[in-house]
């Protein structure tokens, strides 16, 4: 599974981005798409992920109506719709792909496939 973000950038505080993953090679198997950020010294957070089979998605209480994560099966892709951001959202963001058959957790160790991620900055 090969999977590539986009859509990254510098956005002042309550403005909106888009990023995409796209999701190549055996992406099939992926039975959890997530979203992870990370800012400088700290650790990697689970953003939100979205259930490949059920299509239920979940998101960290600090995202919770602000941030929408969608996927369009037929391109292999998952969006992340980020709304009324602030500049504590300000860090690199991943997508990752889970293949474990419970379908999705937040246990970062689940999520056996990354992409190299895409910064996002808030001003």
């Known amino acids: 599974v090969q999977l590539v973000e986009s859509g990254g950038g510098s956005v002042q505080a309550g403005g909106s981005l888009t990023l995409s993953c796209a999701a190549s090679?055996?992406?099939?198997?992926?039975?959890?798409l997530g979203w992870f950020r990370q800012a400088p010294g700290k650790e990697r957070e689970g953003v939100a992920t979205?259930?490949?089979?059920?299509?239920?998605?979940s998101y960290v209480d600090s995202v919770k109506g602000r941030f929408t994560i969608s996927r369009d099966s037929a391109k292999n892709s998952v969006d992340l719709q980020m709304n009324t951001l602030k500049p504590e959202d300000t860090a690199m963001y991943y997508c990752a792909c889970s293949t474990r058959t419970f379908g999705c957790t937040w246990y970062i160790p689940d999520f056996g496939y990354w992409g190299p991620g895409t910064q996002v900055t808030v001003s």
């Open positions: 090679g055996y992406a099939y198997m992926c039975k959890c």
């Open positions: 979205i259930d490949t089979g059920a299509g239920t998605s």
